[in-house]
């Protein structure tokens, strides 16, 4: 019986995840999409709101399946 190594380690990768728990939250590259604003102008904003306290932040990590590893990300979720 052959066993899929590639596989059994992307599931065990994705249990070490750090995703945030709950609604609401987004990545600056959801932002940006959603806000139709380009790169700068948009870490320029979230980085004001965050300096409001307006905007709170996960810093964690998620499953990339173009680079096949896990990658830091972080998310914000309005307050």
């Not at 019986?1 to 939250?25: S, T």
């Not at 709170?56 to 990658?71: D, F």
């Amino acid at each position: 019986m052959a066993i899929n190594w590639a596989k059994e380690l992307q599931q065990v990768e994705r249990i070490n995840e750090n995703i945030p728990e709950g609604d609401d939250w987004f990545t600056s590259e959801d932002f940006r999409e959603k806000s139709n604003i380009g790169i700068t102008r948009a870490h320029k904003i979230i980085k004001e709101l965050i300096k409001e306290g307006k905007i709170k932040v996960h810093k964690g990590s998620a499953w990339n399946p173009t680079q096949k590893q896990l990658t830091r990300k972080i998310w914000y979720k309005f307050v």
